[in-house]
């Protein structure tokens, strides 16, 4: 019961800030670039499944790395960030199938937030708070720039520090939800619950509360069902999030 209640505080905190953030990945058109880097987290789960620590802790150096590599790319050559995530995350696959204990797959790829401990939930809850704070002042101008990057410069905004900072924290997120969902299910933790929140929102607050509560109760719903029948949690997480963006289609405007 004990780890019950850690998975279930764990999965709630990574379920709400992980749709905070994806509400503004989702208004920049980025929901699935955490697709793509929760691959890039298979070398540095492969790594902890083999040496036995937290595959958050191992997934965040290889996230962080692919993120500060796209970051460069993205100043260097002026490609769209969506296709240089996938030139980065492709090399990252291709080196996790190198180390993947295949015995221990199915923790890399769909997660096993059933084995959370004290100091695991300790460190989600607060990197979670971290990134929503971080999400709620950034917010204005990460979409200022999104709108005109000359318009934001001209407002005094160093776009290319915020596009950094933005990175940094779908990292956080990324490393963060392969806990819960893995490395194959990430994208669905920012990309469900705001699509859900827009069908039902008539304004940005809205939109925000909405997707954010929409990612607690998916998380915290699909935690319970695992209890309940076995089947793994992150699949259960996201197919919950699935259901509640079919129940809101009807009153999409």
Sequence with gaps: MYSFVLSLLSGVFIGGSAAYLGSLMLSRRMALVAGPLGHLTLPGIAL????????????????????????????????????????????GVAVAFLFLPLD???????GDIAKTRVGDTALVVVASIAVMVAVNRAYPKLILGNVSEELAAAEGIDVRRYNLLYLFLIAVIVALGVKMVGGLL???????????????GTNLKQYTVGATTIGVASAAFGI??????????????????????????????
Excluded: C, H, Y
Aim: zero cysteines; a neutral charge.
């Design 224 to 253: 319970v069902l695992f209890r309940l029948t076995g089947f793994p949690a992150g699949p259960l997480v996201v197919l919950v999030s699935a259901a509640v963006f079919l129940i809101t289609l009807p009153f999409a405007k």
């Design 104 to 110: 221990q797959a199915e923790a890399a790829l769909v």
């Design 186 to 200: 990430t994208a669905a933790l920012v990309a469900i619950p705001p699509s859900a929140a827009r069908n039902i």
């Design 48 to 91: 902890a499944l083999l040496w036995g620590f937290d595959i958050s802790l191992g997934a965040f150096p290889f996230v962080i790395l692919g993120v500060v590599l796209i970051w460069l790319l993205e100043m260097r050559t002026n490609l769209p960030m969506e296709a240089l995530t996938a030139v980065v995350f492709a090399s």
